[in-house]
């Protein structure tokens, strides 16, 4: 009776939907720092938490209860209302963008008829935040921080956004659930495998993790934007960079890898579409992760020029390919004819750069400490 109440009432349906989210994303957050822990260790050949619980399982409960307990300090000439609201301009509209993410056939809080254009549109509010935390912290790290995360946050959205504009070009529409419908046979990366290299290095930068993490990075900047936040106001940007890190995940799977329906078929049993969602998310997560236990960090001229002279003008291709495939009426396998050697052609061109722009051995001048 309870159930048929909840569901009878959009509102209170919505509302019970956005609190089971709301419960398991602290959860999640937990989950995913541990796991991360332990998947660094294991390729920097260490062991990761250990001393807290069976295996360090409780250092994630460990940490929480210390930032939910550690004094929240605020500089005496920050802006107060600008500093104070930092934190949630960054974590809510991550939190928003998941209402619309379907995690399977029949599991999403609502299914939005434009869906994709909803996500993009409201993930891209968290660029304002970095901002606030800047200039609201009054210290000259911080703005410079803040300023460095909204450059690269503004630069990378272009290509991401493009990368899903050449997926709802294909599909023809900007449901999340009929993309994934679109996808019963072939995914489509290997239809555009260029659009989905974009989209998963410009994520890697949305994330603002290696190599693109110079905006948080503490040699450089002190940890950047927040570095005058503690205790529970810094734990939530940490939130907000693992529910980003899952969103991402999510929706790269979704528009790419086919979702819940490839290979099994939407017609599958519901517990078969989560296992299959949580393995292509998984996928992506561990990726992640990978990436920034084993990439150096790049200079900011570098970062930038990467995205507008590289990033940004094969999306352009892409976008091109695909209005000539509908524009002729063309069969869908040509526009992976033409995108794989577009894609062979970024990746080399990514290859020089990271050629050219490394430290030569020079064997007159090697010594101990020298870059040379």
Known sequence: MILGMIAGNAWVDGLVR?????????????????????????????????????????????????????????????????????????????????????????????????????????????????????????????????????????????????????????????????????QSDVPY??????????????????????????????????????????????????????VNLVLISILGSLIFLGGWNWPIGSGAPGIAQFVLMLVKTSAFILFFMWMRASMPRLRIDQLMSYCWQLLLPFAFLQIIINGLVLVYGWPDPVMAILSFPATGAALYLTYRAARASGVHYQPGFQGVGSVL
């Open 189 to 242: 990366i290997l239809y555009q495998p260029l659009a989905f290299i974009i989209f998963t290095v410009a994520g890697l930068a949305e994330l603002y993790r290696q190599p693109f993490d110079i905006p948080v990075a503490e040699s450089e900047v002190v940890g950047g934007p927040f570095v005058e936040y503690s205790g529970i106001r810094w734990s939530m940007f940490q939130m907000g960079e693992f």
């Open 18 to 182: 956005m609190g089971v989210i709301g419960l398991l994303v602290p959860v999640g957050v937990i989950a995913l720092t541990y796991l991360e822990r332990k998947v660094i260790g294991r390729l920097q050949m260490r062991l990761g938490p250990m001393r807290v619980g069976p295996y360090g399982t409780l250092q994630g409960f460990a940490d929480t209860i210390k930032l939910l307990t550690k004094e929240d300090v605020r500089p005496q000439t920050a802006d107060r209302w600008t500093f104070e609201l930092a934190p949630f301009v960054i974590v809510v509209p991550v939190l928003m963008a998941l209402v619309t993410l379907p995690f399977t056939a029949d599991i999403f809080v609502r299914n939005l008829t434009l869906g994709l254009f909803y996500i993009v549109a409201v993930s891209g509010l968290s660029i304002v935040g970095f901002v606030m935390a800047g200039w609201g912290s009054d210290n000259k790290y911080a703005l410079i921080g803040g300023i460095r995360a909204a450059a690269q946050l503004i630069s990378y959205e272009i290509p991401l956004v493009m990368a899903v504009l050449a997926v709802a070009m294909v599909g023809q529409t900007l449901n999340l659930a009929n993309i994934v419908d679109n």
